[in-house]
Nanobody, 126 residues
Framework: QPQLVESGGDSVQTGGSLRLSCVESGINYASSRDCWGWARQAQGKEREGVAVIGRDGKTTYADSVKGRFAVSRSNGKSTVYLEMTNLKPDDTGIYYC??????????????????WGQGTQVTVSS
C-alpha cells in the first residue's frame, strides 16, 4: 500500500535551517496523484498547511512561511523536500508529508490532503 516516510527533523536554534525529506513507496509514480503537500502541528493546535507543490510543479506557501520555506521534488517524483531557513520558535511542531487527492486536488488552508505520513519532529529553541 502507499506509504509516506518523513525524515530530517531535528532541534535547532532560532535562525537555523533544516531540510526535511519525504519518500513514497508502493504506488505508480506516474499517478494522477502527482502532487505533494506539507503541514505541521504544534502541541495543542490544529494541523496547518505550510506548502504544496502541484502536478504542474507550481508551489504555494502559507503566509507564515513564505520567503523562508521552499518545497521541491526529485526528477523521479518519488521524493519531496521542504527546505526551511531562518527558523523561528513558532515553527516548532510535527511536520507531515502528504499527497493530494486524485486529480491533484487539495486545500492547503484546511490542511486537507488524501493521506499522510507519520511525521517528523522539528524543534526551534529561542
Amino acid at each position: 500500500q502507499p506509504q509516506l516516510v518523513e525524515s530530517g527533523g531535528d532541534s535547532v536554534q532560532t535562525g537555523g535551517s533544516l531540510r526535511l525529506s519525504c519518500v513514497e513507496s508502493g504506488i505508480n509514480y506516474a499517478s494522477s496523484r502527482d502532487c505533494w503537500g506539507w503541514a505541521r502541528q504544534a502541541q495543542g493546535k490544529e494541523r496547518e498547511g505550510v506548502a504544496v507543490i502541484g502536478r504542474d510543479g507550481k508551489t504555494t506557501y502559507a503566509d507564515s512561511v513564505k520567503g523562508r520555506f521552499a518545497v521541491s521534488r526529485s526528477n523521479g517524483k518519488s521524493t519531496v523536500y521542504l527546505e526551511m531557513t531562518n527558523l523561528k520558535p513558532d515553527d516548532t511542531g510535527i511536520y507531515y508529508c502528504a499527497r493530494c487527492y486524485e486529480g491533484g486536488w487539495y486545500d492547503l488552508e484546511r490542511a486537507d490532503f488524501a493521506y499522510w505520513g507519520q511525521g517528523t519532529q522539528v524543534t526551534v529553541s529561542s
